[in-house]
């Protein structure tokens, strides 16, 4: 861990993080995503055996954090499996190993709440976020995801007689 890592510590999140938390993930997509977020603050409230949430701070303030919710069951699984739903490091803040120290802190975490992996989906095109999975030690997962349109309408089935 680098000198600057080592001065951090991962907690769980609060509340009071919204703010800042919308403002660092903010700083990653150009857009306020405080409906996403309110949202999953508000649900882990509710269920809290269902989500692990960390921040990381130095300083006293909150430089980073991870959102998971935990799965039971989908999949086929028989084992809990944790989704990584969303992670970001303050702009100030990257490239000084805090997003591994972040990802150690929610490792920890999970392992307490009883969960032996973590997953995780990232566009094909967002190099950066698959260099960061990729030295965290993430690896291709063996499943494919599908996606299609919701709005428009399957086609009309081709009738072979």
Same mark, same amino acid.
């Given at each position: 861990?680098?000198?600057?890592?080592? =001065?951090?510590?991962?907690?769980?999140?609060?509340?009071?993080?919204?703010?800042?938390?919308?403002?660092?993930? %903010?700083?990653?997509? +150009?857009?306020?995503?405080?409906? !996403?977020?309110?949202?999953?603050?508000?649900?882990?409230?509710?269920?809290?055996?269902?989500?692990?949430?960390? *921040?990381?701070?130095?300083? +006293? %303030?909150?430089? *980073?954090?991870?959102?998971?919710?935990?799965?039971? *069951?989908?999949? *086929?699984?028989?084992?809990?499996?944790?989704?990584?739903?969303?992670?970001?490091?303050?702009?100030?803040?990257?490239?000084?190993? #805090?997003?591994?120290?972040?990802?150690?802190?929610?490792?920890?975490?999970?392992?307490?709440? +009883?969960? +032996?992996?973590?997953?995780?989906?990232?566009?094909?095109?967002?190099?950066?976020?698959?260099?960061? !999975?990729? %030295?965290?030690?993430? =690896?291709?997962?063996?499943?494919?995801? #599908?996606?299609?349109? %919701?709005?428009?309408?399957?086609?009309?089935?081709?009738?072979?007689?």
């Amino acid at each position: 861990m680098s000198e600057t890592a080592s =001065n951090v510590e991962t907690r769980r999140l609060r509340p009071a993080d919204l703010e800042q938390v919308i403002a660092i993930d %903010a700083s990653h997509f +150009g857009q306020a995503r405080r409906a !996403f977020f309110e949202k999953r603050l508000a649900n882990a409230r509710e269920n809290p055996e269902d989500y692990v949430q960390v *921040g990381i701070d130095r300083g +006293g %303030a909150l430089v *980073g954090f991870a959102f998971t919710r935990i799965l039971r *069951g989908e999949f *086929g699984r028989d084992e809990p499996i944790a989704m990584l739903d969303s992670i970001g490091v303050s702009a100030g803040s990257r490239e000084q190993g #805090l997003g591994h120290a972040l990802m150690d802190g929610l490792a920890r975490a999970l392992r307490k709440a +009883g969960v +032996g992996s973590l997953q995780s989906q990232a566009r094909w095109s967002d190099h950066a976020l698959l260099r960061f !999975f990729d %030295a965290c030690g993430f =690896n291709l997962a063996p499943r494919l995801m #599908l996606e299609r349109s %919701a709005v428009r309408p399957l086609p009309e089935p081709v009738d072979n007689e």
